[in-house]
Nanobody
Framework: QVQLVESGGGLVRAGGSLRLSCQAS????????MGWFRQAPGKEREFVSA????????TYATPVRGRFTISRDNAKNTLYLQMDSLQPEDTALYSC?????????????????????WGHGTQVTVSS
């Protein structure tokens, strides 16, 4: 059983930065792509960013491209999301997820149904 625990969220002013972490346990995830998703109140969950098994390929949603950077440390079984130039519209619950048991599980994907294990999320609030 895989467990994912996010941390690093908080309250920050517009223009500020946060670094989210996602610590995995129960299984080594170095062979699997991982991703970040977010959900704002009253809105559907949306894709933020994803990264391949080795960190060599990453994708970003248009609203965050150029401001957010995804990375991973397979030795630590940890996924990261560096968020810079944060804006109030980035306010959401951010969750990490891992592809497992799906086709091309080592490559990043933008659809949430391509991910099998999910964390409970960490809240990010950006004030104006």
């Amino acid at each position: 059983q895989v467990q994912l625990v996010e941390s690093g969220g908080g309250l920050v002013r517009a223009g500020g930065s946060l670094r989210l972490s996602c610590q995995a346990s129960g299984r080594t995830l170095s062979s699997y792509a991982m991703g970040w998703f977010r959900q704002a109140p009253g809105k559907e969950r949306e894709f933020v960013s994803a990264i391949s098994w080795d960190g060599g390929n990453a994708t970003y949603a248009t609203p965050v491209r150029g401001r957010f950077t995804i990375s991973r440390d397979n030795a630590k079984n940890t996924l990261y999301l560096q968020m810079d130039s944060l804006q109030p519209e980035d306010t959401a619950l951010y969750s990490c997820a891992v592809r497992f048991g799906t086709e091309n599980f080592w490559q990043p994907a933008e659809r949430s149904d391509q991910y099998f294990y999910w964390g409970h999320g960490t809240q990010v609030t950006v004030s104006s």
